[in-house]
């Protein structure tokens, strides 16, 4: 296969043209203004008016990477307190009430804004493996890029398995995967389609990969037994296995356990079930749960199954391809900025549509990754890139962003710092939890003690991010 030219790296945007828009546009590239130079309304209609920078880094990719882990790190605690405070001052509708409920995950089917949390960092890290890989591509071919993601692969997945806990507990008290584990996964795989095709094949294999996922689980026929712990405690409620139904009725995750007799008993049944069904969407009756039971080993996370799997990785990799077509079209110098965030916008509304609208027959569900999931979470994504870049790198409004870029520009630096001191809001706890805080729920109102908590626990994270930025330590792997 031919090593990609500079024309095949910045492809990205004629996929844009000939794929989504009928519009013929002949453009000139003029010379970029400095990076300190402010952009007028003259220069946004001209093509190319944000400057790429040379370190190939976009301000608004990293203050948007920063805006998703605040909202693990300090943005949860912090609307969890409100809304208890809002609580105390009467029933019905409230504003804080309802973000607090969007900041938990949906069940299973349905979509809440947490559920975007995941894969909006899984869409940026495919915006920013453009960004990183054209430039290695530009300076040292394929072999160092291909080397690159590899070396940042294999690194990535141990730190990975060490924050799930590693070692430190016996097998099968192990995850194997996880979070962080998928967002390598999701990395390395679409890191190497990149290197290897070009944006036509790229959209053609994504589009392959979710009709695969759909089809799989659509027609592929399955056991007909549900894994979940009242199902299967009911069956060995009449079969009469007494240890099987104490572990099934145990807290303890049964498969974090040798020779679990809750995970004997739900392979013995789901072996014995000879009649199969096909087009199931429930937790624990779904191809994907069903494959992690088989073929899964070590602890898996919902006792049977686990919701970053083998099988609903496959799609994850799609969210980030998505994102790849993000990063190829902001850094082409096809299309003027004006014309980037109008595709932008027209893909994330597409593309949000035409998720609800797969989801009639295929539901939205986290958990399974499904395809009509992938198309909302990645046109949320692209919506609020169209609005961090518009803001950030187009109007060059940025007074107000740098605390999400110091986020940004150290996620995973917070993500384990945040795991390591068990959070820093269990840290602001060291300093006004205890008879301070309830000092403000006794003579405030309840809620501002925890409200306290949180903001100072958000202000340390600034703090430790802030050095960091200013110091320029940076996590590079």
């Not at 790190?73 to 969007?102: C, H, N, P, T, W």
């Not at 902001?330 to 916008?345: P, Q």
């Not at 609020?384 to 950030?392: E, M, P, R, T």
Request: charged content about 15%; overall charge positive.
């Amino acid at each position: 296969m031919r090593p990609r030219d500079e024309t095949n790296q910045a492809g990205g945007a004629a996929i844009f043209s000939k794929l989504f828009v009928p519009l013929a546009v002949s453009v000139t590239v003029p010379a970029l203004p400095r990076e300190d130079e402010p952009l007028t309304l003259a220069a946004m209609s001209s093509p190319s008016s944000t400057p790429l920078p040379g370190s190939g880094r976009l301000m608004s990719i990293d203050a948007l990477r920063g805006f998703d882990m605040f909202w693990i790190i300090a943005g949860d605690a912090l609307v969890y307190a409100l809304s208890r405070m809002a609580g105390e001052k009467g029933e019905g509708f409230s504003f804080f009430k309802f973000l607090a409920s969007q900041l938990e995950h949906a069940d299973w089917a349905g979509f809440r804004f947490y559920d975007l949390i995941f894969p909006l960092f899984v869409f940026i890290v495919g915006v920013s493996v453009v960004f990183s890989l054209t430039k290695e591509l530009e300076q040292g071919g394929r072999p160092a890029a291909l080397k690159r993601v590899v070396r940042r692969v294999l690194l990535l997945f141990a730190i990975a398995f060490l924050y799930s806990g590693g070692f430190r507990n016996v097998w099968p008290d192990m995850r194997l995967l996880g979070v962080l584990n998928r967002i390598t996964l999701c990395y390395g795989a679409a890191a190497i389609l990149f290197l290897f095709f070009k944006p036509k094949q790229l959209v053609a294999l994504c589009a392959g990969i979710l009709v695969s996922y759909w089809a799989l689980l659509t027609f592929i026929p399955i056991r007909d037994i549900q894994l979940a712990d009242k199902p299967l405690m009911e069956l060995a409620e009449k079969a009469g296995n007494s240890a099987a139904v104490k572990a099934l009725n145990s807290a303890t995750n049964p498969s974090s356990v040798k020779n679990s007799p809750a995970i004997a008993f739900a392979r013995q049944q789901f072996d014995a079930t000879t009649n199969f069904v096909t087009g199931k969407f429930e937790p624990g009756y779904n191809l994907a749960n069903h494959v992690d039971l088989q073929f899964l080993p070590g602890k898996k996370y919902d006792r049977y199954y686990d919701p970053e799997g083998l099988l609903s990785t496959i799609p994850a990799i799609g969210t980030c391809l998505l994102g790849i077509f993000a990063g190829l079209l902001i850094r082409s110098r096809h299309f003027c900025d004006k014309w980037k965030l109008i595709y932008l916008v027209s893909f994330g509304v597409g593309a949000v549509l035409l998720g609800w609208l797969w989801n009639l027959q295929f539901p939205v569900v986290k958990k399974l990754w499904s395809s009509s999931f992938v198309l909302v979470a990645g046109g949320y994504s692209a919506l609020l890139l169209a609005v961090f870049y518009w803001v950030i790198d187009v109007k060059q409004w940025r007074w107000w962003c740098m605390p999400f870029v110091w986020f940004g520009c150290n996620a995973i630096t917070i993500y384990l710092a945040n795991t390591l001191v068990g959070g820093f809001r269990s840290v602001a706890a060291r300093f006004v939890g205890g008879d301070v805080r309830a000092f403000f729920e006794t003579n405030v109102t309840k809620g501002f003690g925890d409200l306290v908590v949180a903001l100072v626990g958000m202000l340390l994270a600034f703090l430790f991010l802030r050095f960091l930025y200013r110091k320029k330590l940076f996590l590079r792997l």
